[in-house]
């Protein structure tokens, strides 16, 4: 029954996240307003909300890509804040990760045999 995931992603300023998102992290604007950000990207979805008493912390998600090495390198053009270079795990995964101005972390996974 399940269909999509959308993760939620609290920011202090949901327009500068929106800002990057879009112009380091390759994001399209679904929908935006002052305390939402509908941020869209090779049909994946992630929510960026206002932090409240609510929403407090740090969020983070990760997604499962078709080429970790060539995303990691469009991202470090773009200035994203990466964590260091895609890395082959053990349990079949080639993974790095990127944060975010405020610290929200997103993974990105790609499967290998």
């Known amino acids: 029954m399940l269909r999509k995931v959308m993760p939620e992603l609290p920011l202090s ?3 500068a996240g929106v800002v990057h ?3 380091v992290l ?3 604007v679904n929908y935006s307003q002052h305390d939402i950000g509908v941020m869209d990207r090779d049909g994946m979805r ?3 909300i206002a932090r409240s008493s609510r929403h407090i912390g740090i969020g983070s998600c990760a997604f499962y890509v078709t080429d970790a ?3 990691y ?3 470090v053009t773009r200035g994203a804040n990466v964590q260091g270079p895609p890395v ?3 349990w079949g995964l080639r993974e790095f990760a990127v944060l975010d101005p405020e610290g929200n972390r997103l993974t990105f996974a790609q499967t290998f045999e």
């Open 46 to 48: 992630v929510l960026l």
């Open 69 to 71: 090495d060539a995303l």
């Open 13 to 15: 300023n949901v327009a």
């Open 26 to 28: 390759g994001f399209e």
């Open 88 to 90: 082959s795990k053990p």
């Open 21 to 23: 998102y879009c112009d």
């Open 73 to 75: 390198a469009e991202l």
